[in-house]
Every structure is written in C-alpha cells, then in structure tokens.
C-alpha cells in the first residue's frame, strides 16, 4: 500500500524527533526530515538523555499533542550507538508510552537490524543518509498512523480479517527489505542463521532455525526434520521415499526429508488439519 499524502495537508504531517550523538550526522538527518513534505517539525537531540528530557518535560510545542491523546510525537528516528543510553535501550522507554511513537533506527551497523526489528522498529535506514531512502521510512511511518486511525475489522460490516502477518528484515547491499512471513513456504537451518524460501527466491538471516520455530508455531508453521521448517498448508503430499518419509511442498514439486522423531507429530498435524479443513 502506498499512503500519499499532499504537501498543504498539515493535519496529515508528521512530528518527528531526531536523535544522533554526532552533531554533523544529527544535522544531515534533520536536514533529510525536513526535506520531506510530509513532516511538519522536526525536534533535534544529541543523545538519548536528551531526547527523553524532551518527552518528558512539559513543551508546550507538544502539550496539544498530549491533550489530544495522540503520541508526543509520531515517529522517532534514532541512531543505535551512542554514548550512555543507547538507542536500543532508548527505544524500551519509546514502547512504554500509551500511545508509542513509531520507532526508525539510523545507523552504520547492519548486523544490527535483527535486533532493531525484534524490539518493535518500524524501519531500519544505513547511514549515509540518503533522502529517497529516508523518504520511504515516512512513508511506512504514515502508512502505520492510516492503518492505526482505519475502523477495526469487521465494524463495517462483513468478515473481520486477521491482520497479525510477522515481517522479517534482511539486509540486502545496504538496503533493508521486509519479508512478509505469509510468503514463506519453507525455512532451511544454516549454522546460527536460516534461509527462508519465497515463491521469489531466498533470503539468508541472522535468526537461528529453533527461534523462528517458537515464534511461527501458532501461525501454521512445522518442524519436520533438524533442518527444515515449513509452512503446514502447503503440504501437498506426504509420502515414504528413500530413507524415510518426505513432503511435497505446493505445487512446485518441492520434496523435503522428515526425520523420523518428527514424522508421527507432522502426521498428527497433518490429520488436524485436514478435519479443521
């Protein structure tokens, strides 16, 4: 969904805090916010304390905001290494408050999108600011507060939709793309990471196979063997093989081993799904 917004909407812009402990990076992402016609101002801090101080105190630049009950500000872009508190920690603080801001992490680490993701972040943007790339993260920003501001499911009548679809990041030459779990099909164990497979290709991420297994269970997703995780409705077939028993996955002729001490709880699975069907 693209949300679009026109630049003489104001009650559609953005309040956005900053926060960089390098004075030239602060300035650079101030300057890139403000560049966007989509927000309205933009609050600088050099370090987390001083962000905190900021939504803490009350500013009455932000005291509407409050007495509206809407969140202090709408989003906050912050860097992950700073000196104190650092901008993970920052963002414990961020969640807590009743509305939360959206979160973005900036930063010059890749290997931490994992974690930025884990703890709720709706972006993930590299240093070097770039605008196009800073751009997009509003977009996602403002596409949260439409959907955040649309009826429930279901209050207008028809089938309420379940909408809880987990997305995971991978870091791709310096761009961060989101995978929606709904389009993964099968996930294959690499060492400490894991390859998910889409009906567009493969994605390797920093997440351990076991991890991804607690966390997709209740969304139809099923050990079969040490190495393999796969998406239960799109069993097709499960038959004995060579060595023991193995999966077809959809249409595409995709098999995949079962080992043996999962074999009679994919079975069980399998047979209740079938009478839930």
């Not at 630049?7 to 890139?32: F, I, M, Q, S």
């Not at 943007?125 to 439409?146: C, H, M, S, W």
């Not at 961060?176 to 390797?204: C, M, N």
């Amino acid at each position: 969904m693209r949300f679009t917004v026109s630049a003489h909407d104001d009650t559609r812009k953005l309040v956005v805090l900053a926060v960089d402990d390098e004075p030239n990076g602060l300035d650079e992402l101030v300057h890139c916010l403000r560049n966007s016609p989509h927000v309205a101002k933009v609050f600088p801090a050099i370090d987390a304390s001083e962000a905190l101080r900021l939504l803490s105190t009350d500013d009455p630049r932000l005291r509407e905001r409050k007495d509206r009950g809407l969140p202090i500000v709408d989003a906050v872009f912050a860097d992950i290494d700073m000196p104190g508190l650092s901008g993970m920690e920052m963002s414990r603080v961020f969640a807590a408050l009743r509305p939360s801001p959206a979160l973005v992490f900036v930063t010059g680490h890749a290997e931490e999108a994992v974690n930025a993701f884990d703890l709720g972040a709706l972006d993930y943007v590299l240093k070097p600011y770039q605008q196009d790339r800073l751009d997009r993260a509003i977009t996602r920003v403002l596409e949260k507060l439409a959907a955040a501001a649309a009826p429930p499911p279901g209050a207008l009548g028809g089938d309420p939709v379940k909408n809880d679809d987990e997305v995971i990041p991978v870091e791709l030459a310096g761009t961060t793309k989101l995978i929606p779990r709904s389009s993964v099909r099968w996930v294959e164990a690499q060492g400490d990471y894991a390859r998910l497979f889409t009906t567009e290709g493969s994605h390797l991420v920093r997440i351990p196979l076991a991890q991804l297994e607690e966390r997709w269970e209740k969304a139809g997703f099923v050990r079969i063997h040490r190495s393999f995780l796969v998406a239960l409705p799109l069993i097709t077939e499960l038959r004995m093989g060579q060595g023991g028993y193995q999966v077809v996955i959809g249409n595409e002729e995709k098999v995949l081993p079962v080992s043996r001490r999962h074999t009679r709880a994919l079975k069980d699975r399998l047979v209740g799904s079938g009478r839930n069907g």
